[in-house]
């Protein structure tokens, strides 16, 4: 399957889930669900066509306090601009650079920041807590992605805005919904791979779709691994390698993430049900918003 890519200018990894098929033979509306990587750099010609060409109506921002500020969405009239952060550690005042913690969530914020700031006072601390974790000589790409996603089913906080998030779909009057955190691909992967399939679409398009996500953030990961690892950095190219693995979108990233829910939850429905409190009148009323 081909997956609809925007063609912006300054906002990276945008897609139109439109066209999208479900396992009962439905399709995904057009110009409804968008979804993306930071929009802090869209250009005149960007926020144009989100408003006219795409009818973009509501934009949620899923990134921390910290990476809003540091690279703040634009302000475009006539849009609802919903801040909702799915990872909100800095928000609760354990600081996104706490020195002692070893918190998956907290390492990937750091990562993250990183990429979505280039000129936060702390970002050389944050790129020497990151370099430090990748060097080390225990460090697995593989065993770290699972753990975040795994982190990421059961947190209560993330539960509470994934919730949030499935609410403020059901309840949309018209136009397109469009969410971003900072590449498009970990917080908008999970979130969309939970909506998808709410909407009933296999697993194995899920899987896809999330793969292709990767496509279009190669400008922030070679960035990051240039800050990280300079070219005067000894080994820098094999500790690139292993960076690079952790913003990559591998198949077994999301399987992961859902085998995680159905060890606890038995079932994704379940999860939707019991975690998220997506009942069965909420899926049938995205159904009927979003599919054709």
């Not at 795409?54 to 910290?66: F, G, H, Q, S």
């Amino acid at each position: 399957m081909s997956f609809k890519r925007i063609p912006f200018q300054g906002i990276k990894n945008a897609r139109d889930l439109g066209g999208i098929k479900t396992a009962d033979g439905h399709t995904i509306r057009r110009k409804r669900l968008i979804k993306s990587g930071a929009i802090s750099e869209a250009t005149p010609e960007d926020l144009r066509m989100l408003v006219q060409d795409y009818n973009v109506k509501v934009i949620v921002d899923l990134r921390t306090e910290k990476e809003k500020n540091a690279m703040p969405d634009p302000c475009i009239p006539e849009v609802s601009q919903i801040w909702n952060p799915l990872f909100m550690s800095d928000v609760q005042g354990l600081g996104v650079f706490k020195a002692d913690s070893s918190d998956v969530l907290m390492n990937h914020l750091k990562s993250i920041f990183v990429v979505s700031s280039r000129k936060d006072v702390a970002l050389e601390e944050a790129i020497r807590q990151v370099r430090e974790m990748i060097s080390g000589s225990e460090f697995s790409p593989e065993a770290y992605m699972a753990r975040l996603y795994q982190k990421f089913v059961n947190n209560q906080i993330v539960q509470k805005q994934v919730k949030q998030m499935f609410t403020l779909l059901a309840n949309n009057r018209g136009g397109a919904v469009m969410w971003h955190c900072s590449a498009g691909k970990d917080r908008v992967g999970m979130f969309t791979a939970l909506l998808l399939y709410a909407l009933g679409v296999p697993k194995e398009t899920i899987i896809e779709d999330y793969r292709a996500s990767a496509e279009s953030s190669e400008d922030a990961v070679d960035y990051l691994l240039s800050r990280l690892f300079p070219d005067d950095m000894k080994d820098h190219q094999a500790y690139r390698s292993l960076a690079k693995e952790i913003f990559g979108s591998k198949a077994c990233y999301l399987e992961t993430f859902f085998e995680a829910i159905e060890k606890d939850y038995v079932s994704i429905d379940n999860y939707l049900q019991k975690a998220l409190e997506v009942h069965t009148d909420n899926i049938v009323r995205l159904k009927t918003l979003y599919l054709l």
